[in-house]
């Protein structure tokens, strides 16, 4: 049997009251570490939100809208074509994009992205030229100008450099590396996706003589006319023109430079293509006339 000393009523009281102010600190000092943890949970789950919110906004929400970046190109003649299609063209001033519409400057205008690879820097594509048409309408509506796309003779005249011209094989150099982004292995047998190559953000590579970006290769290039060769077979032209608008009818819009999975091609190779095709090959710039 436990046997247990008696002792004062003073003692126990004061027993108690220390046994009871032990218990409430040791409570409170739970209760403030449980807060404490709360508070730092609630802060890390309001960072995660908040990350999330922003990498949610740059993903879905529409770039804020900004107007293309032109470059004057002032009027002259040049010899467009090579060969027994080589043609004197002269040209009066024009304003052309400096860089290829981007997929924020597209995102901006019509609210959606086709383009395969994805960036907003990137050039837009897998856009067809009536594609791009819808699009130019609507920068119109917002802007008040009158963008279009450049004749197939601004092209080429832009792309050999203007009357800045050194006479290079590619937009800005003899060497396509310092101005195109193009495949190198040139491999079109195998799928795109697993090719290893893409496009490239605009204006990483050099610019030609007037300051232009990526006119020998990055994605080739939508131009207004109806190609010289459709319908099939192609006659050249050959005679002098001042600012040809190209056949006023036919079954085939033109492309122009190169794109990331082809070979490099020069400043005047184009490519007869039909107006509803898509592609991620395939992206634009814009022009308009200057007054």
């Given at each position: 049997m436990i046997r247990?000393?008696?002792?004062?009523?003073?003692?126990?009281?004061?027993?108690?009251?220390?046994?009871?102010?032990?218990?409430?600190a040791q409570n409170a000092k739970v209760s403030t570490n449980q807060q404490k943890g709360r508070s730092a949970t609630a802060t890390r789950t309001g960072q995660t939100q908040s990350t999330a919110v922003k990498k949610t906004n740059s993903t879905v929400a529409n770039p804020v809208f900004v107007e293309p970046e032109m470059v004057l190109v002032e009027g002259g003649a040049f010899t467009m074509g090579e060969d027994k299609e080589a043609h004197k063209v002269t040209l009066s001033s024009f304003y052309i994009g400096k860089y290829e519409v981007t997929q924020a400057l597209w995102k901006a205008i019509m609210g959606n992205n086709p383009s395969h690879f994805k960036g907003n820097n990137l050039p837009v594509e897998t856009v067809s030229w009536d594609d791009v048409q819808e699009f130019i309408k609507k920068l119109n509506a917002k802007t008040g100008k009158q963008y279009r796309l450049p004749t197939e003779a601004e092209w080429e005249y832009a792309a050999r450099g203007g009357n800045k011209s050194k006479g290079y094989k590619y937009s800005g150099s003899n060497n396509p590396d310092e101005v195109a982004w193009y495949n190198t292995s040139f491999d079109t047998t195998t799928p795109i996706d697993h090719r290893k190559i893409h496009t490239h953000p605009i204006g990483t590579k050099k610019p030609n003589e007037l300051g232009i970006y990526d006119m020998s290769g990055n994605v080739m290039e939508?131009?207004?006319?109806?190609?010289?060769?459709?319908?099939?077979?192609?006659?050249?032209?050959?005679?002098?023109?001042?600012?040809?608008?190209?056949?006023?009818?036919?079954?085939?819009?033109?492309?122009?430079?190169?794109?990331?999975?082809?070979?490099?091609?020069?400043?005047?190779?184009?490519?007869?293509?039909?107006?509803?095709?898509?592609?991620?090959?395939?992206?634009?710039?814009?022009?308009?006339?200057?007054?």
């Open positions: 247990i000393k008696s002792i004062s009523m003073t003692a126990l009281l004061a027993f108690t009251i220390i046994a009871a102010s032990a218990t409430y939508w131009c207004n006319d109806y190609d010289q060769s459709s319908p099939y077979p192609k006659k050249p032209q050959t005679n002098a023109q001042t600012n040809p608008q190209g056949p006023a009818s036919g079954n085939s819009r033109v492309r122009r430079s190169s794109d990331y999975s082809f070979d490099a091609v020069d400043v005047y190779t184009s490519s007869p293509t039909s107006p509803d095709f898509r592609d991620p090959s395939t992206g634009f710039r814009l022009a308009y006339s200057a007054k």
